[in-house]
């Protein structure tokens, strides 16, 4: 399902593009050993610890570094422990976590997937430790990623060297244009993804011009699994890719519609003006006075809830985040505040802030309610028996036209008043929950600069007052 517009690059621009951007992507020979080594000391480790514990695993680097299409300056390294076909969830949860902490060498925290797994630093990477359970094509599996050994073998087949720097180009485009990432905080493009992306389409370019022509929903289905569009009814998503070693599975299921439409768009731009800009572009961290000039230039009112961040894994703190954040919005929409546009931030240790723009926040005194035609008889004898004596009525009921209506006293006058007079009753996950009772604080336009310190947050802040995409000039 694309559009009938073919798109065309400038061959010239677009290799002057990629040969500098390939240089800063291919990695080292330092890249490499450094490496090379993080793996060979989990590797003792885990080997050494399973030997003591008598139980037999095979540990393998799998992901791009195994596949070699990783970029030299994400030195994170996927290991799995990989256990005999047969073995529990809990064996995983048990023995599988036991010698993953074994292999960080015992600085290390947990992280969550479909079950836990360890995230260590080892001599200069980062190191994700895994428990799976062996498992085939066509096999029933203890744990979804299972499969990832399966990934790596299918890419190792059928991609070549061309290939290979191909997807370190394609991954890069996605950084520069932030759509990178397959984690609930992005909800963007994982690096298998990119990898099929070029496997179908064969280049960078392949990928691009093809991605320029999607329309609302597209299907990439390298195997040929499914005919017609049945691809788009098995699966609810912008952007279907189906698993080549799993065909009940989406492999773009995490694409949001905003990262799917971000590639679509910057994919037609590139192709307008090739440049560098989209892979690298600089991160300009504004100061204070350039916060305070975007709020009082937006034209809007922003306001931010600040409280404490849960320690809870990455993915798990988001999902609660961005529930959060909808209960939010739902809430000052209710109470007269509709909301523009929002957004969340977390430094995922000390703070979480929700961020939000409405037309206004703070209201007048009244709101007007709509009640029935004069027509409609029984209808009128309900809205009058209702409001003729009620305590919140500030005006009415009252004819208009053919309408009955009445002015309604607003129980809250700001923003802030309906947030914090609200917020008790909301029934946020346990773990947000905690936090809040702990304390949280409104803060409103030019007082958003006070929690300002984080030079993260600052561009975060910038992104969400400026709108507009980095790629976008």
Same mark, same amino acid.
């Given at each position: 399902?694309?559009?009938?517009?073919?798109?065309?690059?400038?061959?010239?621009?677009?290799?002057?593009?990629?040969?500098?951007?390939?240089?800063?992507?291919?990695?080292?020979?330092?890249?490499?050993? @450094?490496?090379?080594?993080?793996?060979?000391?989990?590797?003792?480790?885990?080997?050494?610890?399973?030997?003591?514990?008598?139980?037999?695993?095979?540990?393998?680097?799998?992901?791009?570094?195994?596949?070699?299409?990783?970029?030299?300056?994400?030195?994170?390294?996927?290991?799995?422990?990989?256990?005999?076909?047969?073995?529990?969830?809990?064996?995983?949860?048990?023995?599988?976590?036991?010698?993953?902490?074994?292999?960080?060498?015992?600085?290390?925290?947990?992280?969550?997937?479909?079950?836990?797994?360890?995230?260590?630093?080892?001599?200069?990477?980062?190191?994700?430790?895994?428990?799976?359970?062996?498992?085939?094509?066509?096999?029933?599996?203890?744990?979804?990623?299972?499969?990832?050994?399966?990934?790596?073998?299918?890419?190792?087949?059928?991609?070549?060297?061309?290939?290979?720097?191909?997807?370190?180009?394609?991954?890069?485009?996605?950084?520069?244009?932030?759509?990178?990432?397959?984690?609930?905080?992005?909800?963007?493009?994982?690096?298998?993804?990119?990898?099929?992306?070029?496997?179908?389409?064969? @280049?960078?370019?392949?990928?691009?011009?093809?991605?320029?022509?999607?329309?609302?929903?597209?299907?990439?289905?390298?195997?040929?699994?499914?005919?017609?569009?049945?691809?788009?009814?098995?699966?609810?998503?912008?952007?279907?890719?189906?698993?080549?070693?799993?065909?009940?599975?989406?492999?773009?299921?995490?694409?949001?519609?905003?990262?799917?439409?971000?590639?679509?768009?910057?994919?037609?731009?590139?192709?307008?003006?090739?440049?560098?800009?989209?892979?690298?572009?600089?991160?300009?961290?504004?100061?204070?006075?350039?916060?305070?000039?975007?709020?009082?230039?937006?034209?809007?009112?922003?306001?931010?809830?600040?409280?404490?961040?849960?320690?809870?894994?990455?993915?798990?703190?988001?999902?609660?985040?961005?529930?959060?954040?909808?209960?939010?919005?739902?809430?000052?929409?209710?109470?007269?505040?509709?909301?523009?546009?929002?957004?969340?931030?977390?430094?995922?240790?000390?703070?979480?802030?929700?961020?939000?723009?409405?037309?206004?926040?703070?209201?007048?005194?009244?709101?007007?309610?709509?009640?029935?035609?004069?027509?409609?008889?029984a209808e009128e004898e309900r809205f009058i028996g209702k409001y003729l004596t009620s305590k919140q009525v500030v005006a009415g009921p009252y004819i208009r036209g053919d309408r009955w209506y009445v002015e309604l006293r607003r129980r809250y006058r700001t923003a802030k008043e309906a947030i914090e007079g609200e917020f008790p009753k909301i029934k946020f996950s346990e773990d947000v929950d905690a936090q809040i009772r702990k304390g949280f604080i409104v803060l409103l336009n030019q007082e958003m600069t006070a929690i300002a310190g984080s030079e993260e947050f600052r561009s975060e802040l910038w992104k969400f007052l400026k709108k507009r995409p980095v790629w976008l000039k």
């Amino acid at each position: 399902m694309g559009s009938e517009k073919s798109f065309k690059i400038d061959a010239r621009a677009l290799g002057e593009v990629k040969t500098k951007a390939i240089m800063r992507l291919i990695p080292t020979d330092m890249d490499r050993k @450094t490496v090379e080594r993080a793996v060979e000391v989990v590797k003792e480790r885990v080997t050494g610890a399973a030997e003591r514990a008598g139980v037999q695993v095979r540990v393998e680097v799998e992901g791009s570094v195994a596949k070699d299409t990783w970029i030299g300056t994400d030195r994170d390294v996927d290991m799995f422990i990989i256990f005999p076909r047969g073995t529990t969830k809990d064996a995983l949860k048990g023995i599988g976590i036991e010698l993953a902490k074994a292999g960080s060498g015992g600085t290390w925290k947990l992280a969550y997937a479909e079950h836990p797994y360890v995230e260590a630093s080892v001599e200069g990477c980062i190191v994700d430790i895994v428990p799976s359970v062996e498992a085939a094509e066509g096999d029933t599996l203890t744990t979804t990623v299972d499969r990832t050994p399966l990934h790596t073998k299918y890419i190792k087949r059928v991609l070549n060297g061309k290939g290979k720097d191909e997807v370190r180009m394609l991954k890069q485009f996605m950084k520069g244009i932030e759509v990178y990432g397959a984690e609930l905080r992005i909800g963007g493009f994982s690096g298998y993804l990119c990898e099929l992306l070029v496997v179908k389409f064969r @280049t960078l370019e392949g990928a691009i011009t093809a991605a320029a022509g999607w329309g609302e929903r597209a299907v990439v289905d390298v195997m040929g699994h499914y005919e017609g569009d049945l691809a788009l009814e098995a699966f609810d998503s912008p952007l279907v890719v189906i698993d080549p070693v799993d065909r009940r599975r989406n492999v773009a299921a995490a694409v949001t519609d905003r990262s799917y439409s971000s590639f679509v768009s910057a994919c037609r731009r590139f192709i307008k003006d090739p440049s560098i800009d989209f892979f690298f572009h600089e991160h300009k961290v504004p100061t204070e006075e350039g916060l305070l000039e975007a709020i009082r230039e937006g034209g809007s009112d922003y306001m931010a809830v600040v409280t404490g961040c849960p320690r809870v894994p990455s993915d798990i703190l988001w999902g609660e985040v961005k529930r959060s954040l909808s209960k939010i919005t739902k809430l000052l929409a209710q109470n007269g505040f509709p909301v523009k546009d929002s957004a969340a931030w977390t430094d995922e240790k000390e703070k979480v802030v929700i961020m939000l723009e409405l037309d206004r926040a703070e209201v007048g005194a009244a709101v007007l309610h709509d009640g029935p035609r004069v027509a409609l008889a029984a209808e009128e004898e309900r809205f009058i028996g209702k409001y003729l004596t009620s305590k919140q009525v500030v005006a009415g009921p009252y004819i208009r036209g053919d309408r009955w209506y009445v002015e309604l006293r607003r129980r809250y006058r700001t923003a802030k008043e309906a947030i914090e007079g609200e917020f008790p009753k909301i029934k946020f996950s346990e773990d947000v929950d905690a936090q809040i009772r702990k304390g949280f604080i409104v803060l409103l336009n030019q007082e958003m600069t006070a929690i300002a310190g984080s030079e993260e947050f600052r561009s975060e802040l910038w992104k969400f007052l400026k709108k507009r995409p980095v790629w976008l000039k």
